[in-house]
C-alpha cells in the first residue's frame, strides 16, 4: 500500500474502462469501476487513499465521449491498490436538482455493487463536522476477489432443517461472551462449538449486508439510541462493516465465518431486505440509487414525483419488478451464493415482491417466479415473510411453487393454545400437522411451513411467559411502538418476581412452547437466547437497542442451564425420530409399509379428539415410526389447569416410557437415557399445563 504522501504525489493512469462488470472489480494491471447512471450527462470517480483519509487523493473525470457505453459509465485505474476508497459523482441535466452542478460538487454516492464498504465518514447526523465536510459520505473500498466461485451448486433443502435466527453483533457483544472481537463475524466462529452442541442445522442471520445504524426516529436518536436490527440496507454486496474485524476485508472475513459453519455442519440462511432501501422517503438521505436510478428502483407516487409510495412503513418501496430491479436483486442473491456460498434466504416484508409499479397486486409477478427460475437460487432455500405494512397478506399463498413461509398463523394459534384459549385444538392440530390446509392443495409439502413461536420482532419466550403488555419505554416512544397483541399470559403476575410459584409456572411454559416447536410437523425456528431464557424485560420492538437488553449473556444461571439442557434433548429427540420431520402430510393411513396409521387423533379417551369441543384444552396424538425399528411416540398436549388421566393405545412391546414430562422439575422434564425412563401402560397421568411425550418400547 502506498503512503498517503505517495498517492499525493502520483496520479494514477487510467483507461476507458469495461461496463462489465459493475461494480470496482481487480484484474491484472489495475481496477475497472463501473455504474449505472442513467440521467447523468458527465460523472466523476473520487479515490481515497484508505478509511481514514478525509481527502480524496485523486479526482478522475469521465466523458460521454470515452467512459459511458448506453447507461453505463466505466473508466479503468491502472495499477490501483488494494483498500483504496472511492465514490462517485454524478451531474446531470437542467430541471434535476439532486444532479445540478451545485448540489452534486458536494454528494458524494455510495457504489451500489461495492463489495466492501466504508462507514468512517458517514455523518448525516452531523453534516458540519469541519473534519469530514465536503466529504462525509459511505465509500466503497476496493476489496480482493475470493479465492473461488462455486458453480457447481448442490441443491439445498430445508428437510431436517432446525433453523436458529440469530443476530451477528448481539450474539457476542456482551463482555461475558469471551470472544476475540465481540460482535463480529470472528467472535461468532468463535461460539459455532456451542450451536453445534445445542444441535441446530441452521443459523438465520438478520440483515448482515451493510446497513445504516443511524436510520432511526427521532425520539430514539435523542436517546444515543442506533438501528441495531439492520432492516435498513445501503449496500446489498457488502457485509456490514462493523461485523467485520477490517471492512476492506469483508468479503473474506464473511466467507472464512461461512466456511467455519460449513465446517461444523450448519448451513447459512441471510434475512435480506429487498423491499425498501435506507434512502428512505423524500426528506431521507440520497445515498446512491435516487441519483443513479430513482425512477426505476422506486415506486414513486403518480401524482406527486418527489414522493414516494410506502408499503413498508420505511419511507420507500423498491420496485421489485421492473426489469432493472429484478436484475440487480437476482444478481445479488446469486453471488451471495456463488461467491460466499450461502445456503438460502429469508425475505423481509416480502409481499412487495408481488406489487407493480404503481402498488398494484400482480396475479403473476415477475421476480418472485424468476428465483425460482434461476439456475443459482432454485437450488437453494427461499423463504418469505409473505406479508407487508400495506396489507397483502400471502401466508399460504405466496406466488410460485417452492417458496417456504414463516407461517403467522403457526405463531398465533400456539401462542392461544398454550396461554389457555379454549375451543382451538382443531386448530392446533392442522399447525402442528404441517398445516396442510395452507401448503397441500398447490402441492406444497410440510416444509414449506416455517414453523416459530417467537422471532426477533416481539417478545422473547422468557417474556412471552412474563408479561401481557409491551414494555417498551426504554425505546424513546412513550410505549406507542411495537405490537399491542402479543396473545401472552404473564403466569400471575407482570415482569420480575419472587413467587416460586409463578416461576415455576413460567418455566414450565417456556418448556412448553419449545417442546410443542419442536414436535410439530414442518420446519421449527427458535430464536437465539429462548434456550437460556434470554430478556428484554417486556420490549417487543428492541430494533434501536444495541446494548445490554438485546445481547446474550453467556453468565447463565440454574434455570438458564435447565432449559439449555432440555432444548438440546428436545432437538436430539426430533432428530432421533424421522416420524417428527415427515416429508409429506400426515394421512391417517398406514405409509412406507408400516402396520399401523402415520397419525392417530386422540382426546382423553382414544380416537376421541375434541376437535369441536368449545372448552377443550387438550390434544392427544400417536405417530407411527417412519423408519424400521423407530419406536412409535404418543404425544400429549394438556392446557387445563388441573391434570389429566389419559388412555393410552396398545402397542406390540405392551408398554411405553415418559420421554418427556414438562411438569417435572429437571432433569425429570426430558430423559436422554430412554431404558431408564418410566414405563406407563394403559393410561397416564399428565399433569396441568403440559407435555408428556411417549416412546413405545
Not at 469501476?33 to 478525509?54: D, N, P
Not at 450448519?266 to 445515498?287: C, M, Q, W, Y
Not at 435516487?290 to 425512477?295: D, L, Y
Request: glycine share 8%; proline share 5%; with cysteine.
Amino acid at each position: 500500500m502506498l503512503s498517503p504522501d505517495a498517492h499525493a504525489r502520483k496520479s494514477y493512469r487510467t483507461q476507458p474502462g469495461s461496463r462489465f462488470p459493475l461494480g470496482a472489480t481487480v484484474v491484472p494491471g489495475g481496477v475497472n469501476f463501473c455504474a449505472f447512471c442513467r440521467r447523468a450527462t458527465r460523472v466523476e470517480l473520487l479515490l481515497y487513499e484508505s478509511e481514514e483519509s478525509a481527502e480524496p487523493f485523486q479526482v478522475v473525470a469521465l466523458t460521454s465521449e470515452a467512459n459511458r457505453t448506453y447507461l453505463f459509465w466505466h473508466v479503468f485505474v491502472e495499477d490501483l491498490p488494494l483498500r483504496c476508497c472511492y465514490t462517485w459523482r454524478a451531474y446531470g441535466p437542467l430541471g434535476v436538482p439532486q444532479m445540478s452542478d451545485e448540489h452534486a460538487s458536494r454528494k458524494e454516492l455510495l457504489d451500489p455493487h461495492a463489495r466492501g464498504v466504508s462507514d468512517r465518514f458517514y455523518r448525516r447526523q452531523h453534516a458540519a463536522d469541519a473534519h469530514a465536510a465536503g466529504h462525509a459520505s459511505l465509500r466503497g473500498i476496493v476489496t480482493a476477489p475470493l479465492d473461488r466461485a462455486d458453480d457447481d451448486i448442490e441443491i439445498r433443502t430445508l428437510d431436517d432443517a432446525i433453523i436458529y435466527e440469530l443476530h451477528v453483533g448481539g450474539f457476542t457483544r456482551h463482555p461475558s461472551s469471551g470472544v476475540r472481537h465481540p460482535g463480529t463475524f470472528a467472535g461468532l466462529i468463535e461460539k459455532i462449538p456451542y450451536l453445534k452442541a445445542l444441535g441446530v442445522t441452521h443459523v438465520e442471520l438478520l440483515p448482515v449486508m451493510a446497513f445504516d445504524e443511524q436510520d432511526i426516529p427521532p425520539f430514539a436518536a435523542a436517546r444515543g439510541l442506533s438501528n441495531y436490527w439492520g432492516y435498513s440496507t445501503h449496500s446489498f454486496y457488502s457485509p456490514h462493516p462493523r461485523y467485520c474485524v477490517e471492512p476492506a476485508r469483508a468479503p473474506q472475513e464473511f466467507r472464512e465465518f461461512v466456511d467455519a459453519l460449513h465446517a461444523a455442519g450448519i448451513r447459512v440462511l441471510l434475512d435480506v431486505v429487498f423491499n425498501h432501501t435506507s434512502e428512505a422517503g423524500k426528506n431521507g438521505p440520497v445515498i446512491h440509487f435516487k441519483v443513479f436510478a430513482n425512477e426505476a428502483f422506486y415506486q414513486i407516487d403518480s401524482n406527486d414525483a418527489r414522493l414516494y409510495r410506502d408499503y413498508t412503513g420505511c419511507g420507500n418501496t423498491l420496485n421489485c419488478n421492473h426489469p432493472l430491479v429484478s436484475a440487480f436483486i437476482m444478481r445479488c442473491l446469486e453471488y451471495w451464493v456463488r461467491e460466499l456460498d450461502v445456503d438460502g434466504f429469508r425475505f423481509d416484508l416480502a409481499s412487495v415482491f408481488v406489487r407493480g409499479e404503481h402498488g398494484e397486486l400482480l396475479r403473476t409477478p415477475p421476480l418472485p417466479w424468476a428465483m425460482e427460475a434461476s439456475p443459482v437460487l432454485a437450488r437453494v432455500p427461499l423463504i418469505a415473510e409473505a406479508w407487508d405494512a400495506g396489507g397483502l397478506y400471502h401466508v399460504g399463498s405466496f406466488p410460485g411453487m417452492t417458496w417456504a413461509e414463516w407461517n403467522g398463523r403457526y405463531r398465533d394459534v400456539i401462542r392461544r393454545f398454550v396461554r389457555g384459549d379454549p375451543g382451538i385444538v382443531g386448530e392446533v392440530c392442522t399447525c402442528i400437522a404441517g398445516s396442510a390446509d395452507l401448503y397441500q392443495n398447490d402441492g406444497r409439502l410440510p416444509a414449506n411451513s416455517i414453523n416459530f413461536v417467537t422471532c426477533h420482532d416481539g417478545f422473547t419466550l422468557s417474556d412471552l411467559v412474563s408479561y401481557e403488555a409491551k414494555h417498551n419505554e426504554a425505546n424513546g416512544e412513550d410505549n406507542r411502538d411495537g405490537s399491542n397483541d402479543n396473545l401472552s399470559w404473564n403466569c400471575g403476575a407482570e415482569g420480575e418476581t419472587d413467587d416460586p410459584a409463578i416461576i415455576g409456572m413460567r418455566l414450565r411454559q417456556a418448556r412448553n412452547f419449545m417442546a410443542i416447536l419442536l414436535l410439530s410437523q414442518g420446519v421449527p425456528m427458535l430464536l437465539a437466547g429462548d434456550e437460556i431464557l434470554r430478556s428484554q424485560r417486556g420490549n417487543n420492538n428492541a430494533f434501536c437497542q444495541d446494548n445490554a437488553l438485546s445481547w446474550i449473556d453467556w453468565q447463565l444461571s440454574g434455570d438458564a442451564l435447565d432449559m439449555l439442557r432440555f432444548v438440546r434433548e428436545m432437538i436430539a429427540l426430533r432428530k432421533r425420530h424421522a416420524s417428527l420431520r415427515r416429508r409429506r402430510f400426515l394421512t391417517g393411513q398406514p405409509s412406507n409399509g408400516q402396520a399401523h396409521a402415520d397419525v392417530a387423533w386422540h382426546g382423553e379417551r382414544l380416537d376421541a379428539p375434541a376437535w369441536h369441543d368449545p372448552g377443550a384444552r387438550l390434544v392427544a396424538f400417536t405417530l407411527a415410526g417412519q423408519t424400521a425399528g423407530e419406536p412409535m411416540l404418543h404425544i400429549v398436549f394438556n392446557m387445563n389447569d388441573d391434570a389429566r388421566d389419559i388412555a393410552l393405545p396398545v402397542v406390540d412391546s405392551g408398554s411405553w416410557r415418559r420421554i418427556v414430562d414438562t411438569a417435572a422439575q429437571a432433569p425429570g422434564d426430558i430423559v436422554a437415557d430412554v431404558e431408564r425412563a418410566s414405563i406407563e401402560r394403559g393410561a397416564c397421568r399428565v399433569g396441568a399445563r403440559s407435555v408428556v411425550v411417549l416412546e413405545s418400547r
